[in-house]
């Protein structure tokens, strides 16, 4: 949703079978290979300053850190978890309307090494 950092029912649904995976993987990954799981969130460009949210950095920081600690309660090591914020500034779509805001509002998944 526009302005929140809370994960709705289908995102908890995904993210499950997301650690699920995650959880069963991670064991037979040689402990020398580095990886991480980078938690990107992202907002539409809409401005929030609010109580809670002073900016969309502030919100889409606080999205990817929703994310994380959904992964950690799901057993995923924090040690292989990132989170990261990147505001309005990487948007999937750059039209100005509801659909592009709604694309645009979102966290992306990145395995990658540290």
Avoid at 17 to 42: M, Q, T, Y
Wanted: no cysteine; hydrophobic share 40%.
């Amino acid at each position: 949703q526009s302005g929140s950092a809370d994960i709705g029912e289908a995102g908890q649904e995904q993210l499950r079978k997301i650690s699920a995976a995650l959880n069963e993987i991670a064991p037979k990954i040689p402990s020398e290979l580095k990886w991480v799981l980078r938690v990107d969130g992202h907002t539409d460009t809409v401005p929030i300053f609010t109580d809670r949210f002073r900016s969309n950095w502030e919100l889409s920081s606080a999205r990817a850190l929703s994310v994380v600690n959904y992964l950690t309660a799901q057993g995923v090591p924090p040690s292989h978890l990132a989170a990261a914020g990147f505001g309005q500034f990487h948007p999937l779509d750059p039209a100005n309307n509801d659909t592009a805001r709604a694309r645009n509002r979102r966290i992306e998944l990145k395995l990658t090494e540290r």
